[in-house]
Nanobody, 122 residues
Framework: VQLQAFGGGSVQAGGSLRLSCEASGRSFSSYVMAWFRQASGKEREFVASIAASGGNTGLATSVRSRFTISRDNAKNTVYLEMNNLKPDDTAVYYC????????????????WGQGTQVTVSS
């Protein structure tokens, strides 16, 4: 599966953005999808994941009350709704896909998109 993320941009603290990740190929609905992010000079970290059916989600503690992950299997798309953004959310955001169980571990994800930059200014 090929993934393309978009929707990043520059916002002020407290603002909102919605990222989208479109998948090509068949069987999107069989993949666990996730978002990771990597700030400059830091390791890539887990942000959110969603089960193949969309019935279960997981969020990193740092974003739990502010971000929402969702998916539309009919459109082969996963979303990350980000509210009340903070400067610490500044990073390149990547979408990723895997088969099997929903987990927050980077090494378990088989497919990656190219990343989209999110910049939050104070």
């Amino acid at each position: 599966v090929q993934l393309q993320a978009f929707g990043g941009g520059s916002v002020q603290a407290g603002g909102s953005l919605r990222l989208s990740c479109e998948a090509s190929g068949r069987s999107f609905s069989s993949y666990v999808m996730a978002w990771f992010r990597q700030a400059s000079g830091k390791e890539r970290e887990f942000v959110a994941s969603i089960a193949a059916s969309g019935g279960n989600t997981g969020l990193a503690t740092s974003v739990r009350s502010r971000f929402t992950i969702s998916r539309d299997n009919a459109k082969n798309t996963v979303y990350l709704e980000m509210n009340n953004l903070k400067p610490d959310d500044t990073a390149v955001y990547y979408c990723a896909a895997k088969t099997g169980f929903m987990v927050p571990f980077i090494g378990d994800y088989e497919y990656w998109g190219q990343g989209t930059q999110v910049t939050v200014s104070s």
